[in-house]
C-alpha cells in the first residue's frame, strides 16, 4: 500500500507560488514497497532564492526503509577528465567538420580567415578566466542564469532562462540531432531523419534519467572520438604540407584578397568565429556536481580552451592544404570534401566522424540544459517540480523530460535553421551580460571571498569586443537581432504574472498542486537534501556591509 501523498504550500515565489510539490508522510505503512520506503521523510521545499527550506518531519512510522541512510542530492561524480570532455564535447560540434566556410567567406582572404579563428580562441579564453571566477566565487548550477540572478536581480535571471529554455537549447538540440540523423540515413532513408533525430533524444533522455555516470561516460568516449577525427585531419594536413603541398598557405597567396572586407564583414567573420566556440561555458551549469570544483572547474577551463583553440586552428590549415578557397566556399560539408580528396576507399570515415561528433553533442546538451532548468526551478522561475530528482538514481528527470519535449516540438513544428540566427545573437549577448556581472560584482561586493580572481582588464577587454561585434550585427543584420530582442522581451509579462504576481487565486495554487503531486507520482521523484558543499568548499563570504538580503546565495 502506498503511503499518503499530501500537498504542501510552497514558500517560492514565482510560478512554484503556491505549488507545493507533495510530501511523502514518514516510512512505508503495511507492506509498502521499497521505492515508497526511500520517498519517505526525504521531501524539501525550494525558496524563492535558491536556499532550501527545512525538511518536513515524517509522520510516524516503523522507520525508514532500507533506501533512506542515503541522502537523496545531486551526485559529485564528474571529475577533471569528465570536465574537460564536457567543455570540449560540448564546443566542438558539427560546425568545424561541416561548414567553416562562413569565416572564409566574410575574411576575404585565407591568412585572415585563420587570424579570425585563433582571435575567436583568445577572445573565449578571456571570457572562460571570468567564467572560471564567477563559478568559483558563486559556486551553484546554472552557469550564466544562476550568476545573472544573484547579480542583477529576478527579472532579469527569468528573462535569461526564458529565452534558454524556449529557444536557445531546444533550437540547439534540434539542429544536431537533424545533423546527426541526416549524415547516418540521408544516404539510405532521406525521409526518416526526423524519426531517427527523435530517437536518439530518447534514448540520450533515458541514459540521462537513468546515471550521470553512464552521461559522462558517453560524453567521454565520443569526445575521445571526434578529437581522434579531427586529429585524423589534422596529420593528413601534416603530410601534405611535408610533401609540399601548401601553396594557399604561403604568405603571398593567403593574404591575397579576393574582396577588400569591411568593418561589417569583419565583424560578421568574428561573430562567426565566436559561435563556433560556444558550449564552453556549459562546465559552469554543472558546478554543484564537480568533484573539488574550485579546484577542477578551472582547471578543465584551462586544459580545455587552449586544445580547442588549437584542434581548430590546424583542422582550418589541414582544410586549406588540400583545397583551395574556392573549392572550400562551394562545399556544404567541408570534411567530407577533404575525406574524399585524400582519404579515397576510407572517405566515409568523415560521415562517421560526424555522426559521432552529433551524437556526443546532443548527449552534452541534454545533460547541461537539464540542469538549467533545474537550477530556475530551484530558483522559483519554474515549476517546482523541475527541482526534483529521482529517489534512487538522484537525476533531474522531469527537468531532462521538459528539454526532451520542447526540442521534439520545434523539431516537428519549428523551422530549425531559421531558429538558430536568432539562437546565435541570444547566445552572445547573454555572454556580455554575465560578464558584465563580474565587474558589477566586484563593484558590490569587493569582500567576497573569490579563490580566482582575473584582472580587471581581461573582462574588459572581453567587453570590448563583445560591443564591436554586438554594434555592427545590429547595422548589418537589423532584422535578426531585432527579433532575438523581442524574443527575449516576451519573458517580461510571464515574469509579472507567474512570478511576481504572489496572491494567485486558490484554484490556481490547486491545480498546480494536483499537477506536481502527478508528476512525483509517475517519475518517482523528490527535493533534493542540502549537500555537504560548503562544508568541504567552504562557504562564500559577502562583504560585512552587507545586508542579510544582499548576502550570496549558497549552493545545495
Not at 546527426?180 to 534519467?209: G, I, K
Request: charged share 10%; with cysteine.
Amino acid at each position: 500500500m502506498r503511503p499518503p501523498v499530501s500537498a504542501v504550500r510552497s514558500p517560492t515565489v514565482g510560478l512554484t507560488d503556491g505549488l507545493a510539490a507533495a510530501r511523502i508522510d514518514g516510512a512505508a505503512q503495511g507492506e509498502g514497497t521499497r521505492l515508497d520506503s526511500e520517498m519517505a521523510g526525504h521531501t524539501q521545499q525550494p525558496s524563492g532564492r535558491g536556499k532550501p527550506g527545512p525538511a518536513p518531519s515524517p509522520s510516524p512510522g516503523p522507520g525508514p526503509g532500507p533506501g533512506a541512510s542515503e541522502p537523496v542530492t545531486l551526485k559529485k561524480e564528474i571529475g577533471l577528465v569528465s570536465a574537460c570532455t564536457i567543455i570540449i564535447g560540448n564546443i566542438i560540434g558539427s560546425g568545424i567538420f561541416i561548414s567553416p566556410k562562413g569565416v572564409l567567406e566574410h575574411s576575404g582572404s585565407v591568412g585572415l580567415a585563420l587570424f579570425v579563428w585563433v582571435l575567436g580562441g583568445g577572445v573565449t579564453a578571456l571570457g572562460s578566466l571570468c567564467y572560471a571566477e564567477l563559478g568559483v566565487a558563486i559556486p551553484k548550477s546554472g552557469g550564466d542564469y544562476a550568476y545573472v540572478t544573484e547579480i542583477f536581480g529576478g527579472l532579469a535571471g527569468f528573462l535569461l532562462l526564458w529565452s534558454a529554455v524556449l529557444i536557445m537549447y531546444p533550437t540547439s538540440l534540434a539542429v544536431i540531432s537533424m545533423t546527426f540523423s541526416n549524415y547516418v540515413l540521408q544516404p539510405v532513408f532521406p525521409n526518416s531523419s526526423r524519426v531517427l533525430s527523435m530517437a536518439c533524444l530518447m534514448l540520450l533522455t533515458w541514459v540521462n534519467s537513468s546515471s550521470v555516470r553512464w552521461a559522462t561516460r558517453i560524453q567521454d568516449i565520443f569526445t575521445g572520438g571526434k578529437l581522434l577525427a579531427l586529429s585524423l585531419i589534422i596529420g593528413m594536413g601534416f603530410v601534405q604540407i611535408f610533401q609540399g603541398h601548401f601553396e594557399e598557405l604561403r604568405p603571398s597567396n593567403a593574404f591575397d584578397f579576393w574582396m577588400t572586407p569591411s568593418v561589417g564583414h569583419l565583424a560578421l567573420a568574428f561573430l562567426q568565429g565566436s559561435f563556433a566556440f560556444s558550449g564552453w561555458n556549459f562546465l559552469n551549469y554543472v558546478t554543484e556536481e564537480l568533484v573539488d570544483p574550485r579546484k577542477n572547474l578551472p582547471r578543465a577551463i584551462f586544459i580545455s580552451i587552449p586544445l580547442v583553440t588549437f584542434v581548430y586552428t590546424f583542422t582550418n590549415i589541414a582544410y586549406f592544404t588540400a583545397m583551395s578557397p574556392q573549392e572550400l566556399l562551394a562545399s556544404n560539408a567541408v570534411a567530407v570534401t577533404f575525406g574524399e580528396k585524400l582519404l579515397g576507399y576510407f572517405s566515409w570515415v568523415m560521415p562517421v566522424s560526424v555522426a559521432l561528433s552529433t551524437f556526443g553533442g546532443i548527449n552534452g546538451y541534454l545533460f547541461t540544459s537539464s540542469r538549467l532548468c533545474f537550477s530556475g526551478a530551484r530558483e522559483g522561475h519554474l515549476p517546482s517540480l523541475l527541482a526534483m530528482i529521482h529517489v534512487r538514481r538522484c537525476t533531474p528527470i522531469p527537468a531532462l523530460l521538459v528539454c526532451y519535449g520542447a526540442t521534439a516540438v520545434i523539431l516537428l513544428v519549428g523551422d530549425t535553421y531559421t531558429l538558430i540566427n536568432y539562437v546565435s545573437f541570444i547566445n552572445y549577448l547573454c555572454y556580455g551580460v554575465t560578464i558584465l556581472g563580474l565587474l558589477v560584482l566586484r563593484w558590490k561586493r569587493p569582500a567576497l571571498h573569490r579563490p580566482i580572481k582575473v584582472n580587471l582588464l581581461v573582462p574588459a577587454a572581453y567587453l570590448v569586443f563583445w560591443a564591436f561585434l554586438l554594434v555592427f550585427s545590429f547595422i548589418s543584420e537589423p532584422m535578426v537581432c531585432g527579433v532575438g530582442v523581442i524574443i527575449i522581451l516576451t519573458g517580461v509579462p510571464i515574469f509579472f504574472l507567474g512570478v511576481f504576481w504572489r496572491s494567485k487565486p486558490k484554484c490556481v495554487h490547486r491545480l498546480t498542486e494536483s499537477m506536481t503531486r502527478l508528476g512525483q507520482e509517475l517519475c518517482f521523484v523528490v527535493y533534493p537534501q542540502g549537500a555537504p558543499e560548503e562544508a568541504e568548499n567552504g562557504p562564500c563570504q559577502p562583504s560585512p556591509l552587507l545586508s542579510a538580503a544582499d548576502k550570496p546565495l549558497k549552493t545545495q
